[in-house]
């Protein structure tokens, strides 16, 4: 007898859910930024704000990483009033609103879909660090605590214009102000008829991953563990699914395909990227221990180098430089990467990448400058990681006696033609944006 799969759901799918949301503060102060933007010190700011911040449930405890404390914490909530789940399931128009940003997309379940489906696709590879981080965290939770970033060329279709006629013409359930002048609205979508309307859209499209990448290798993790556990997929099995071994509608009933549960859908927030296209920033890094004048000397021998007078000044040359280039600095001295040595940089590319991958400045860093020149791995332990700003990066490597490496963000046309042919950006290449504010709403998979 054939052992049963995993579900395979029909295309892209958002399922409506009970979320739970604070019933206490102001939710500017209950909620925070996703995990991975929270700095060092940032967990008491939050908590300062409000004891009940939602960072007590993402990153537990003094270490960031006690996972049971997160768990006591939720049903402690859950059981106080703190948190409460919404009566009916919903599917939820979620609306930024701030200087420079609009943007607007629907939080539900997504059906999870392994990436050779060609439903949901990554971009980006992941670290196994962060993935056991986040598995540990959810597998004792039992909860999304936070959505996914995922985008689809919608061309303004129904589900959009759902999304702005609502936006327009209903009284959100939560309407607050973070401190960087974003307005965060959410309403609820429960009407049969406007789910019905939101998936008959979805269903024949392409998800991106824009961010939460380890997140999602978390949610299949997490559901292959599941199915392992009750006998529905076998434990041996990388837990692979396509409509290649799907079953057919004549199988036994031991043999029809697993009917999905809580655990084959996960949190995501679904943007349509033609109607609201995202802001791409960049991710920098800083190699600790590795002073500039040696970064410097030894990138010279295969790249053009040019001193520049302060940060600012860098900043600037490096925004106008054709790709790849890096700017180098330790808060003193700033240097620009330029023109690198063609058949020293042919050579070091893997050929079986595609062209448009090997022009990644990213890939440039890890596959070339990393290993064939500094000497280095481009890993978790070697490289740190600062999204966004360039000032704080050249602070760390001021602190660490190291070294800023500064890039350029990667074009949206770059990320999409990678992924399209299946194919990974290094770790860390992409910061999309405006990413969703965590603890607005969150799911329960027990609540349904």
């Not at 057919?248 to 109607?275: I, K, R």
């Not at 999409?416 to 998979?445: D, I, M, N, Y």
Request: hydrophobic residues 40%.
């Amino acid at each position: 007898m054939a052992n049963p799969e995993l579900p395979i759901h029909d295309g892209l799918v958002l399922r409506p859910f009970r979320g739970v949301r604070f019933t206490v503060g102001n939710p500017a102060e209950v909620t925070s930024p996703p995990y991975d933007l929270i700095e060092e010190n940032g967990v008491q700011d939050l908590l300062t704000s409000h004891p009940n911040n939602v960072v007590r449930l993402i990153l537990p405890g003094a270490d960031r990483h006690r996972y049971a404390e997160a768990r006591q914490t939720l049903d402690a909530w859950l059981s106080s009033g703190v948190l409460a789940a919404d009566e009916t399931p919903a599917v939820y128009v979620y609306e930024q609103d701030g200087p420079g940003i609009l943007q607007r997309g629907l939080i539900g379940d997504v059906g999870l879909a392994e990436p050779e489906q060609g439903v949901i696709l990554p971009h980006e590879d992941v670290m196994p660090g962060p993935v056991a981080d986040r598995l540990a965290l959810m597998r004792v939770t039992e909860a999304n605590l936070e959505p996914i970033f995922l985008l689809y060329e919608g061309a303004g279709g129904t589900a959009t214009r759902l999304v702005d006629r609502i936006a327009a013409d209903r009284s959100p359930l939560v309407e607050a102000w973070t401190q960087d002048g974003v307005r965060h609205r959410l309403w609820a979508v429960t009407d049969p008829e406007e789910l019905s309307g939101i998936n008959a859209d979805l269903r024949s499209r392409q998800a991106l991953i824009a961010d939460g990448h380890h997140r999602y290798a978390t949610y299949l993790a997490l559901q292959r563990e599941h199915h392992a556990a009750s006998g529905s997929a076998p434990s041996s099995s990388a837990g692979t699914a396509s409509p290649m071994n799907s079953f057919p509608p004549g199988a036994s009933t031991q043999d029809q395909p697993v009917e999905p549960g809580p655990w084959d859908f996960g949190l995501a927030l679904l943007v349509d990227s033609d109607s609201y296209p995202p802001n791409l920033r960049a991710i920098h890094r800083v190699i600790p221990g590795l002073p500039l004048r040696e970064a410097v000397d030894r990138a010279g021998q295969a790249w053009k180098v040019r001193r520049h007078t302060d940060l600012t000044e860098g900043l600037a040359a490096l925004t106008q430089a054709e790709e790849p280039s890096f700017l180098l600095s330790d808060g003193d001295d700033t240097y620009l990467l330029t023109d690198p040595d063609p058949v020293r940089l042919g050579s070091a590319m893997p050929e079986h990448r595609s062209a448009r991958w090997r022009a990644l400045n990213t890939a440039v860093l890890a596959e070339f400058v990393l290993p064939g020149l500094w000497g280095l791995r481009d890993d978790e332990q070697t490289v740190r990681i600062v999204h966004h700003d360039p000032a704080a990066a050249v602070r760390l490597a001021r602190v660490s006696g190291g070294t800023a490496v500064l890039l350029n963000p990667l074009t949206v046309d770059d990320v999409l033609a990678v992924a399209a042919q299946a194919e990974r950006v290094p770790r860390k290449s992409t910061s999309f944006g405006p990413k969703p504010r965590t603890g607005l709403v969150l799911r329960v998979l027990s609540l349904g």
